[in-house]
């Protein structure tokens, strides 16, 4: 079944399927896979998503407006000039993702597998990181002012051209940032 705006979908199989610019505004998916597909200028606005993989797709300058994805695997998406504006993320990973310059203010993103992915100048002010795994990812000029921090993995994660006033760190967060910035923990 090919998706459609609305659709309901269980277990189907897409690999390197263009989906450019299509509305797929409420579109249901329960462990389908999406692999190398071309999702841009798509409407996936208000759609959910659980347990799903969309592995290497892209989401350039898509609609994803109050879109939902638990579990779901996004290994190597880019993002780039997409719209994730209320966006719920449960857990799930995302490593390698391009969410560069996004706005992604205040979002949960507990658990969440984020190693290498590409978050220079992303907007995570108030975003609540605990438990997430940031490994090597790369916050170049990234905005983390109220963020928690807490039991985030940080391991290979320079914070110092990030802004992070008023975050939450735990102890092992706090020394590496005092790492980032140059100082000696003994």
């Known amino acids: 079944m090919r998706p459609e705006r609305d659709a309901e979908l269980e277990n189907e199989v897409y690999e390197n399927e263009s989906f450019r610019g299509q509305d797929l505004s409420g579109l249901r998916t329960t462990r389908c896979t999406f692999r190398g597909c071309d999702f841009t200028l798509s409407q996936i606005n208000g759609s959910e998503h659980v347990g799903s993989d969309f592995a290497n797709s892209t989401f350039e300058s898509a609609n994803l407006f109050g879109a939902s994805f638990a579990e779901c ?25 391009l969410l560069r310059g996004q706005e992604l203010t205040g979002l949960e993103l507990r658990g969440i597998r984020l190693r290498e ?69 003994e």
């Not at 290994?75 to 993320?89: M, P």
């Not at 978050?119 to 916050?139: C, G, I, N, V």
């Not at 807490?150 to 790492?179: H, P």
């Open 117 to 185: 992915a590409d978050l220079s100048e992303t907007d995570l002010t108030d975003a609540d990181l605990r438990a997430a795994d940031l490994t090597r990812a790369r916050l170049h000029n990234a905005t983390l002012a109220g963020a928690d921090l807490r039991e985030t993995n940080l391991d290979g994660v320079d914070l110092s051209a990030a802004r992070i006033a008023q975050a939450r760190l735990d102890l092992a967060g706090a020394v590496q940032l005092a790492r980032s910035l140059g100082a000696e923990v």
């Open 73 to 97: 695997r996004l290994v190597g998406v880019s993002f780039a000039g997409a719209t994730l504006t209320g966006l719920t993320v449960e857990g799930g990973d995302w490593s390698y993702a």
